[in-house]
């Protein structure tokens, strides 16, 4: 199994481009979630999902969108980037929920100039 | 609103020392407390606390969890320059979200 991918490895976009982040697990977990983690911070919890078709706000939604229309895939769009939106995101997933540890993907680093 | 805060931030040992990472949480309808393990790249997951009381342990890396104080520690003994990381700690309540601390920055120096 490959786990959780994540595609790209990094991006830099200009202010106001669009882009997606793709992450894809193969584990069939039913839980997915989007983080972005940036410097010296923990993570911060953007978008969830607790299965195809269904999908939450996290603490940090703003600017972000997801859709969930398989077990597998989870992008997340940004719409119109801004510096702000500079981190490393991290794509997770897990089988249930309460009692299931998340399993992480590698990462995205992205860059807003 | 659920925190998760950690301490200390940071710290720096020798390698061989015993260290302690402490975790603090107010989290609504507590389920577990979990510990991962980030050098570098994605968070690799260590251990899930759900009872208090209860230590697990991985061979030199042990935890616990007190319910009753709201917090949570995580022991390495004979620390090694391969446990340099950051260490951190999340809540999950009843809304299935895991909620972070800022993590501990551990470095052993040989």
């Known amino acids: 199994n490959a786990g959780v991918t994540q595609t790209p490895k990094f991006r830099i976009l200009k202010i106001g481009q669009s882009m997606t982040l793709q992450c894809t697990q193969d584990?069939?977990?039913?839980?997915m979630y989007w983080y972005r983690q940036d410097p010296g911070m923990g993570l911060k919890l953007i978008y969830y999902?607790?299965?195809?078709?269904?999908?939450d706000k996290g603490e940090v939604p703003n600017g972000y969108n997801v859709s969930r229309s398989t077990t597998e895939d989870f992008p997340l769009r940004l719409e119109l980037a801004a510096p702000s939106q500079t981190s490393v995101y991290f794509c997770?997933?897990?089988?249930?929920?309460?009692?299931?540890?998340?399993?992480f993907g590698p990462g995205t680093r992205l860059t807003v100039l | 609103e659920d925190k998760v805060v950690q301490s200390p931030l940071s710290l720096v040992v020798h390698e061989g020392d015993t260290v302690t990472l402490n975790c603090s949480y107010e989290?609504?309808?507590?389920?577990?407390l979990l510990w991962y393990k980030q050098e570098k790249k994605a968070p690799t997951f260590l251990f899930m606390l759900?009872?208090?009381?209860i230590e697990k342990k991985s061979g030199r890396l042990s935890s616990i969890l007190d319910k009753k104080e709201l917090f949570s520690i995580l022991n390495i003994t004979a620390t090694q320059t391969g446990d340099s990381a950051v260490y951190l700690c999340?809540?999950?309540?009843?809304?299935?979200?895991?909620?972070f601390g800022k993590g501990t920055k551990l470095t052993v120096n040989p």
């Open positions: 997770a997933s897990s089988m249930t929920s309460s009692y299931n540890e998340q399993f």
């Open positions: 584990m069939n977990h039913n839980y």
């Open positions: 999902s607790v299965g195809a078709g269904i999908t």
């Open positions: 989290v609504t309808n507590f389920r577990s």
């Open positions: 759900t009872s208090s009381g």
């Open positions: 999340a809540g999950r309540g009843g809304s299935e979200k895991l909620v």
